[in-house]
């Protein structure tokens, strides 16, 4: 390398500095990390980069941890449609199970009424927030935080009793664990995202209306 190759090097680098460090400011300004989706864009992927390699400081914390959040919550996502999945291929369309029935009829009109009050642009298969979404705290959300987990618990519980066995038991167990843990790791997200979801959580409940 030449003296006046390493000079350019040298200056790259420096303007990578002053570019990294408004970057930084900027970052650690932002209240969610949605708010910092829109900041960080392809045209800084070169001082994303470059700050990785060379720097350890928050940016570099910033990026792994959106990273193992997303990781987490698609685990939570395969984890639970797994679990339906072998639900499933074990139920038994049996129509004289009248509490079968009825838990499909009421899980899958709750899931459909949490849906149409949501609005589509709400809706997220993975509990994350997205950067544009706003609070719905209209029927049902207005007694319990989370109806499509709900639903989905019910109608999961009325293929465990139709194949009841320890087996499927057990299956609507881990799954109902793994609907527990997303709704509250949902919850930690929704609380930095708007600050009145923590008073909206102290007037109701998780899934069943004055009980959970």
Not at 82 to 91: K, R, S, T, Y
Request: include cysteine; aromatic fraction near 14%.
């Amino acid at each position: 390398m030449t003296y006046t190759d390493t000079l350019n090097l040298c200056h790259i680098c420096y303007q990578c500095e002053l570019r990294v460090g408004i970057l930084e400011s900027k970052a650690l300004a932002f209240e969610t990390l949605a708010d910092l989706t829109f900041f960080v864009d392809i045209e800084n992927k070169d001082l994303i980069l470059y700050n990785m390699l060379i720097n350890n400081n928050p940016i570099n914390f910033i990026i792994m941890n959106k990273l193992v959040k997303q990781i987490f919550s698609w685990t939570l996502v395969i984890l639970q449609f797994a679990l339906l999945f072998v639900l499933i291929g074990n139920m038994h369309l049996d129509i004289s199970c009248l509490l079968c029935i009825i838990l499909y009829v009421i899980s899958s009109s709750l899931g459909i009424w949490a849906i149409i009050t949501m609005k589509i642009g709400n809706f997220n298969i993975v509990p994350d927030v997205k950067p544009n979404s706003i609070l719905v705290t209209e029927f049902p959300y207005k007694f319990i935080r989370h109806p499509m987990y709900t639903s989905v618990l019910l109608f999961s519980l009325g293929m465990m009793l139709s194949a009841y066995s320890s087996f499927t038991l057990s299956i609507w167990l881990i799954l109902l664990v793994v609907m527990f843990v997303k709704a509250k790791y949902e919850e930690s997200l929704l609380i930095e995202k708007f600050p009145d979801y923590e008073k909206y959580c102290a007037n109701t409940k998780a899934f069943i209306p004055f009980v959970l």
